[in-house]
């Protein structure tokens, strides 16, 4: 198969033995870049026509696979609020040469495409932003990057030195948090992994949505269709791979706290957590995460972090490292329409900056499609 775009979903099956292939050789395998997890994304959230699979090589050598969707002439990574990943699939030690070559294909299809967002590629993705700043800078691209922290737990030492090297209110409220659920009766740690741990998913989405989440009408139970199919497909797929992993904190026989998170090549993905707001005083999660620490830490050794995405939520910055960081990429296609919507962009960024302005940033961004 040599076509460089698939631009129609129903072509995808053209490309499936390459990149499972591929997918093999790589040392990160990450599930969510899996071929049945890449389908999975696909049929839930683009229709056939929005698809956009490039395949990048050089004289027939593959170098990798970008898979992107397109709505209304913008490229988007494979990414949402359930689903904060973007990565390409690339050969082992081609990375530098995929992000040259990548933006190279774009740019030979920039007649189908005006802007392309990449959100949630982090500074420990293996193509941090897609391509650095002078790959795109070379290829004449306008471009922006947005930096924000997401947070993560370097898995380099055993639970004690962790909790050691924590700030003195953090620990001052995990051994409060100690002593109370002791007093508080009878508790238990508990983790399911693979298949055993997809049998327990009810029991993870009954604690994550009793809250502010069930509440706000975000929790996993609430959420659309669409979402609840990705999310039975997810689950099935990472429990098949062994990747998949709940924890529970119970207490006097009541699951009062539950975390889901899967591996993926040496992170620990922490997607979802939830507890049962009665017990807040105890704060469960902390708990929770403590024991997540130390199972991971014991079991799985070639796991190096724990990564709780980005926003803090008022705690993550407490109990994680910042100095990691999300990078939302925008990069506009070398056309007049990509300049124009770079220059509604710049507009709209001005204007939201300026007092006085926020009617017009809304009437560019109505103008730039909700972009």
């Not at 006097?252 to 009665?278: C, H, M, P, R, W």
Request: proline letters at 4%.
């Amino acid at each position: 198969m040599n076509e460089p775009v698939i631009i129609d979903g129903d072509r995808l099956e053209a490309v499936e033995t390459e990149w499972t292939d591929l997918w093999s050789d790589t040392l990160q395998r990450s599930p969510l870049l899996a071929w049945d997890h890449i389908k999975l994304w696909y049929s839930c959230f683009a229709s056939p026509s929005e698809v956009r699979v490039y395949r990048v090589a050089v004289d027939d050598e593959l170098l990798g696979f970008l898979p992107l969707v397109l709505r209304d002439r913008v490229l988007s990574s494979l990414s949402n609020d359930h689903c904060m990943y973007s990565e390409p699939l690339v050969v082992p030690g081609k990375e530098s040469e995929f992000q040259r070559q990548v933006i190279s294909v774009l740019s030979d299809d920039c007649s189908s495409w005006d802007m392309l967002n990449y959100r949630f590629s982090y500074s420990f993705s293996i193509c941090t932003g897609l391509a650095d700043d002078q790959t795109l800078s070379s290829a004449s691209l306008r471009f922006t990057r947005e930096t924000q922290p997401t947070y993560t737990i370097a898995l380099d030492g055993p639970v004690e030195d962790y909790f050691d090297s924590l700030g003195k209110n953090a620990r001052k409220t995990i051994r409060g948090a100690r002593n109370r659920v002791k007093k508080a009766g009878a508790h238990s740690y508990l983790t399911y992994l693979g298949r055993e741990a997809a049998e327990q998913w009810h029991r993870f989405t009954e604690v994550e949505g009793s809250g502010w989440k069930g509440r706000e009408g975000t929790s996993i139970e609430l959420e659309s269709e669409a979402y609840q199919r990705y999310y039975d497909g997810l689950v099935r797929l990472l429990a098949e791979k062994d990747d998949l992993r709940l924890y529970f904190l119970e207490l006097e026989g009541e699951t009062i706290a539950g975390g889901f998170g899967f591996v993926s090549g040496d992170n620990y993905q922490f997607a979802k957590s939830g507890y049962l707001e009665k017990h807040r005083d105890l704060s469960p999660s902390v708990l929770l995460l403590l024991h997540m620490y130390a199972d991971i830490q014991e079991n799985l050794p070639e796991v190096r972090r724990l990564h709780f995405f980005p926003w803090s939520y008022g705690y993550k910055d407490r109990y994680c490292s910042n100095a990691d960081t999300c990078i939302d990429t925008t990069i506009y296609s070398p056309t007049a329409r990509g300049a124009i919507r770079a220059g509604l962009s710049q507009a709209r960024n001005f204007a939201k900056r300026v007092p006085g302005l926020k009617a017009m940033a809304e009437l560019l961004r109505r103008g730039r499609g909700g972009d």
